[in-house]
């Protein structure tokens, strides 16, 4: 098995680029301790559509990297070189393959807000889609403005001999607090990159189309507005969101589909949590509605966890490698302390069937990434302040499904 996968992550390099069964945890190296994962039924051996509208198999969870503080996602740059944001401020590096492992110095710092039980500091990271020539890694982070204020900005930065260099900022003053940040970018296959924003814990900016908060933005490479964005001039792409932690592209209709945190307190004004299918000056309600009214004024989630049950929704990713789980959605859950999958139903706009996986196995999780090979890296998010860290927190895993 570890021959296999060693293989499989040499081929990365190379390229440039609740159903679980697994037996334990394979570790990077010898050194480091296995984890048993708990055994569950596999599903039926028959043939099955793409996706399979029925349980995957977890077959494997390798431990990559681990002594992380707080990572929030990853992107992996042609090289093989896996580029982390840790919510302190630092962008760290973790070679894949044989003889890889995380580096020592970060491949860059910035002056990023962060704080335990908190949500800000370094986010998001998307690496321009023509990284190899241009070098360009994009981040959000939140910042501390004059007057003690939390702000938020996206910026660009460059890889100059294995460093970032040359901050700049290309979009200033998203809205911020101590919750409810945003902070996933992704770039589109239209090539725009998309930016997701809270309302900084004041509800009323996700109606305001004047303000940046509560928003799902979408802009140029160079922070530009495009020309055929659906309000002239402005960066916004869809509206009425809480906190949106997650951004994935179906691979066939190119459709955005988002992770969203619902209302946080007791019952009623808690848990319903979204993932919402969104479309160009749609309105997703926040905070006029939740959860699924049927008001024909703003778009119902595709899926959302009820009344009573908190996910936590963050990062999210599509099966995109060919196989029975091809168009399957995935996102981290935080509180859910799972890994989520669900098959939407053939026009992308209902749920056919939906699982939890490594359901209570590692913990808080932040952030799930495909790679070339067709699984998946999973971040842990125990060291936020609101987790429950083993010594080895956090950690960078490679899953397996099938």
């Not at 048993?36 to 494997?60: K, L, M």
């Not at 660009?156 to 979009?171: A, K």
Request: aromatic share 8%; with cysteine; glycine share 12%.
């Amino acid at each position: 098995m570890r021959r296999g996968l060693t293989l499989a992550l040499a081929t990365i390099v190379a390229c440039a680029q609740p159903a679980t069964a697994p037996t334990a945890i394979s570790t990077a190296t010898d050194a480091q301790s296995t984890r048993p994962v708990a055994p569950t039924p596999a599903p039926t051996p028959t043939p099955t559509p793409s996706p399979r509208i029925g349980p995957a198999v977890v077959e494997n969870v390798q431990l990559i990297a681990s002594g992380l503080e707080a990572p929030w996602s990853v992107a992996l740059a042609p090289d093989g070189r896996l580029f982390v944001t840790e919510r302190p401020g630092r962008v760290r590096i973790v070679r894949l393959g044989a003889g890889g492992g995380l580096e020592a110095k970060p491949w860059a710092t910035l002056p990023a807000r962060a704080n335990p039980d908190a949500e800000r500091g370094l986010l998001g990271i998307a690496l321009d889609p023509d990284f190899a020539r241009t070098g360009f890694v994009y981040l959000y982070y939140s910042y501390a403005a004059p007057g003690g204020a939390t702000l938020n900005r996206l910026v660009r930065m460059r890889d100059t001999n294995g460093s970032g260099t040359g901050e700049t900022i290309l979009l200033d003053n998203i809205p911020g607090s101590s919750n409810h940040d945003g902070g996933r970018i992704a770039f589109g296959p239209d090539g725009k990159l998309y930016v997701a924003t809270g309302d900084g814990e004041q509800q009323a900016r996700a109606q305001d189309r004047g303000s940046l908060g509560g928003k799902i933005l979408r802009l140029e490479k160079d922070g530009s507005v495009p020309t055929d964005n659906p309000f002239p001039g402005s960066p916004v792409f869809s509206l009425g969101h809480r906190n949106v932690q997650g951004l994935a592209f179906q691979p066939d209709s190119g459709v955005l589909y988002a992770t969203e945190h619902g209302p946080s307190g007791f019952f009623p004004a808690c848990c319903q949590d979204e993932v919402n299918r969104i479309e160009a000056g749609a309105n997703y309600g926040w905070p006029i509605v939740t959860g699924k009214p049927g008001d024909q004024r703003f778009r119902d989630p595709i899926a959302w966890s009820g009344n009573f049950d908190t996910w936590a929704p963050s990062g999210a990713a599509f099966a995109t490698r060919p196989g029975p789980l091809r168009g399957s959605f995935l996102f981290a859950t935080l509180r859910g302390q799972h890994l989520h999958r669900i098959v939407f139903t053939p026009d992308g706009r209902g749920v056919a069937f939906e699982e939890r996986l490594l359901v209570d196995q590692y913990g808080r999780l932040r952030d799930v990434y495909e790679i070339s090979t067709g699984e998946f890296l999973v971040l842990t998010s125990n060291r936020d302040g609101r987790g429950r860290p083993a010594a080895d927190d956090d950690r960078i895993l490679l899953v397996t499904l099938r």
